[in-house]
Nanobody, 114 residues
Framework: QVQLVESGGGLVQAGGSLRLSCGASGSMLSIYSMGWYRQAPGKSRELVADIAEGSTNYAESVKGRFTISRDNAKNTVYLQMNSLKPEDTANYYC?????????WGQGTQVTVSS
């Protein structure tokens, strides 16, 4: 069974940066198209970025500020987040795109203060 582990979140002021990491045990993430998702309190989980062979896609709300990347040798997917805004505050998760990995990780909390 694939176990996903997200890390790198924290508290940051508006305009700051964070880099999130997603690792896995039980499978090589390289076989999947991968995505970063986020869920804010009272809101549905949304896809913010995904990466497939040779291509990336971003939600309009993060385009130009977030960058998704992967290091297959390290079995890790990253999300570099720059120019953070208070509305980016959420718990961030990784999963395949579409999200077919049954067990979601605990996520990593990102809190952006104004």
């Amino acid at each position: 069974q694939v176990q996903l582990v997200e890390s790198g979140g924290g508290l940051v002021q508006a305009g700051g940066s964070l880099r999130l990491s997603c690792g896995a045990s039980g499978s090589m993430l390289s076989i999947y198209s991968m995505g970063w998702y986020r869920q804010a309190p009272g809101k549905s989980r949304e896809l913010v970025a995904d990466i497939a062979e040779g291509s990336t896609n971003y939600a309009e709300s993060v385009k130009g500020r977030f960058t998704i990347s992967r290091d297959n040798a390290k079995n890790t997917v990253y999300l570099q987040m720059n120019s953070l805004k208070p509305e980016d505050t959420a718990n961030y998760y990784c999963n395949s795109r579409p999200p077919t990995i049954r067990s979601w990780g605990q996520g990593t909390q990102v809190t952006v203060s104004s």
